[in-house]
């Protein structure tokens, strides 16, 4: 299984919701990243797991909360999101924390916050 | 910290033809350096990297790419373009040696006439 897999592939809530974007790889990768992507730009990191411990946290607002259940899985708990939130998450992982493999990505979750 | 630089926002070829995509980096020593594509609404796929060795890399997808250290540039070719290949191409640089946040470039947008 060389894929990371994201659900859901689209995402739709409103202010007040709470909803959770969830991340899957099983290829023994030691890390694992939460990127954000608006349209035509570049992805931004947001989080980044090594071990299943956060070891960087890019300024994101507390609106936004990771979770790394296991070595396989990775969250991201979303509450009370603003309309500029809306983007593509996307999830990566990587054979160790120095990342110098390359990232493996997965298709990401399109969301709207409305 | 490492910066890299894609000079073309967009770039037109027609099917058939060859490709080069530009990526100039900023980085004291030898650097990581990785070349990524993004069909819409879908994630990046690592299309190749380079870390040392042989200057001239072989991707996936038909792709190559040429470290050149004395201009800073790590440009992707492909000799016939399909146009299955237009997507949203990013170099990224790492700095290695345990940094392991590789820095994006912008992108580069290639449109394939038939």
């Known amino acids: 299984d060389t894929e990371v897999t994201q659900t859901p592939k689209h995402l739709v809530m409103g202010m007040t919701n709470k909803k959770s974007l969830k991340c899957e790889q099983h290829?023994?990768?030691?890390?694992m990243y939460w990127y954000k992507q608006k349209a035509k730009k570049p992805p931004e990191l947001m989080f980044v797991?090594?071990?299943?411990?956060?070891?960087i946290n890019e300024s994101v607002p507390s609106r936004f909360s990771p979770e790394c259940p296991n070595s396989s899985l990775l969250n991201l708990h979303l509450h009370a999101l603003q309309p500029e939130d809306s983007a593509l998450y996307l999830c990566?992982?990587?054979?160790?924390?120095?990342?110098?493999?390359?990232?493996?990505f997965g298709s990401g979750t399109r969301l709207t916050v409305v | 910290a490492q910066s890299v630089t894609q000079p073309d926002i967009h770039i037109t070829v027609s099917e058939g033809a060859s490709l080069e995509l530009r990526c100039n980096y900023s980085?004291?020593?030898?650097?990581?350096l990785f070349w990524y594509v993004q069909s819409p609404g879908q994630g990046l796929q690592l299309l190749l990297k380079?870390?040392?060795?042989?200057?001239l890399v072989q991707g996936i997808k038909g792709f190559e790419a040429e470290f050149k250290r004395s201009q800073s540039s790590f440009n992707l070719r492909k000799p016939s373009v399909h146009w299955s290949d237009a997507a949203e191409y990013f170099c990224a640089v790492g700095a290695g040696g345990g940094s392991y946040i590789p820095t994006f470039g912008r992108g580069t947008s290639l449109i394939v006439h038939p």
């Open positions: 380079y870390f040392s060795g042989d200057t």
């Open positions: 990566a992982s990587s054979q160790d924390s120095a990342g110098n493999y390359g990232y493996t």
């Open positions: 980085y004291g020593a030898t650097p990581y």
């Open positions: 290829m023994g990768h030691r890390a």
């Open positions: 797991y090594s071990y299943e411990k956060l070891s």
